[in-house]
């Protein structure tokens, strides 16, 4: 055994990508010991609640078997919290699904919410010119 043959050793990983309004995440889903950090802050240290569980939906529905060996990092920039955290959802899951493989695993995402696969596409709406958002114009007072 050569040692370019030890040193091949392939382990996968699964790069995936999560959106939400201008909230982008990238996860690197690679084998492990069962850890997610986001943003280089392990998952359970999230300071705000609602996002961390928004952001472990789908570590939740997979259950341990699935992700217990495996090491999720995830990236995240732009939007607010609550944005950041439903692209990290989205991320994770995506990731989830290729790298296991599991059809049923798909259809469990799909059935929980359609859009922690497929994203959703809302935006917001730009602002117009001379208004005070992108629908209110100014009242008209004729005294």
């Not at 990731?95 to 994203?119: A, C, H, P, Q």
Request: hydrophobic share 40%; charged share 30%; glycine share 10%.
């Amino acid at each position: 055994m050569s040692a370019a043959s030890s040193k091949a050793e392939v382990s996968k990983v699964v790069i995936s990508t999560g959106k939400r309004k201008t909230a982008i995440a990238r996860a690197v889903i690679k084998p492990g010991k069962g850890r997610v950090w986001v943003n280089g802050v392990p998952i359970e240290l999230w300071p705000v609640e609602m996002a961390r569980l928004k952001m472990m939906e789908p570590l939740l529905l997979a259950g341990e078997r699935i992700w217990g060996s495996l090491d999720i990092k995830v990236k995240v920039e732009g939007g607010g919290f609550m944005a950041q955290a439903e692209a990290v959802r989205t991320a994770i899951a995506r990731g989830l699904v290729t790298y296991s493989g599991m059809e049923d695993l798909r259809i469990l995402f799909k059935e929980y919410g359609k859009t922690m696969l497929s994203g959703d596409p809302r935006q917001t709406e730009p602002e117009k010119w001379m208004r005070y958002s992108a629908r209110r114009w100014r009242q008209k007072s004729y005294r």
